[in-house]
């Protein structure tokens, strides 16, 4: 059975830091990854890290997100820094198992406000 479990999130003033972390289990993941979700807007893509090292961001958080992954330990982290209030949403960890299928963890939830 696999599962995908998210920590991390929370209030933070712009400017600020979070970061969020994720572990899945139940499989071997080719991708790994962040979506996230404000109110009134579609899912959207905000990185991924593939098993053999390739990473993707969406070009609104380049240079502010990083993500990183931990292979052996089925573990994707998002360093976000240079927070906005346009970041604020529902942040959802996604991981897409060998042989096939994609899973979502619960949500967590990221709002910057001052």
């Known amino acids: 059975q696999v599962q995908v479990v998210e920590s991390g999130g929370g209030l933070v003033q712009p400017g600020g830091s979070l970061r969020l972390s994720c572990a899945a289990s139940g499989s071997i993941f080719t991708i790994m990854g962040w979506y996230r979700q404000a109110p009134g807007k579609q899912r959207e893509l905000v990185a991924t890290?593939?098993?053999?090292?390739?990473?993707n961001y969406a070009d609104s958080v380049k240079g502010r997100f990083t993500i990183s992954r931990d292979n052996a330990k089925n573990t994707v982290s998002l360093q976000m820094n240079s927070l906005k209030p346009e970041d604020t949403a529902v942040y959802y960890c996604?991981?897409?198992?060998?042989?096939?299928?994609?899973?979502w963890g619960q949500g967590t939830q990221v709002t910057v406000s001052s």
């Open positions: 890290a593939w098993s053999g090292g390739s990473l």
């Open positions: 996604y991981a897409r198992a060998i042989p096939a299928g994609g899973y």
